[in-house]
């Protein structure tokens, strides 16, 4: 299903911050370019991958209304990794106790808490994508070591 909304405005990156700090990221290097990615999105990376994204996205223009109002897209931090040679990501998104928290009038089910939490990490890889295979020309600098086994 097409979600027929404008792109969101680009996140500003957390610039300094330790991505290892995040739950669902296990970066293995600590040069994160993050400047540079954010210039990228800039550019049009995010807005790329944004409407992409939404020709086929499960969230609905209600759920996009509560990502909107709650400012979850502002949220997102992308990050070099160069020890995977690959672009990072923490995806926000809405936590378990969002019922005794109210957070949202119309949060009322879990299917839309779990579509909005789904849809903004499928949003987040795409971002990923589209900065790794469109926009990014740099190369990992990362050196493996001399003594590592030889496989036949």
């Excluded at 999105?41 to 499960?58: H, I, K, S, V």
């Excluded at 926000?92 to 939490?117: C, K, T």
Aim: with cysteine.
């Amino acid at each position: 299903m097409t979600l027929d909304v404008s792109p969101p405005p680009v996140p500003e990156l957390a610039v300094g911050a330790d991505a290892g700090s995040y739950d669902d990221t296990d970066p293995q290097s600590d040069e994160y370019r993050r400047e540079e990615l954010q210039e990228l999105l800039r550019e049009g990376a995010w807005t790329e991958a944004f409407e992409q994204w939404a020709t086929d996205t499960p969230v609905e223009e209600p759920e996009w209304a509560i990502v909107r109002d709650l400012g979850l897209t502002g949220e997102f931090d992308f990050f070099w990794d160069d020890f995977a040679d690959r672009v990072g990501y923490h995806a926000p998104g809405l936590p378990e106790d969002w019922r005794e928290r109210e957070l949202h009038p119309e949060l009322a089910s879990w299917s839309r808490v779990s579509r909005i939490n789904a849809g903004l990490t499928e949003f987040g890889q795409l971002v990923c994508d589209v900065l790794k295979t469109e926009y990014i020309d740099w190369e990992s600098s990362f050196e493996p070591p001399d003594d590592l086994p030889e496989f036949e």
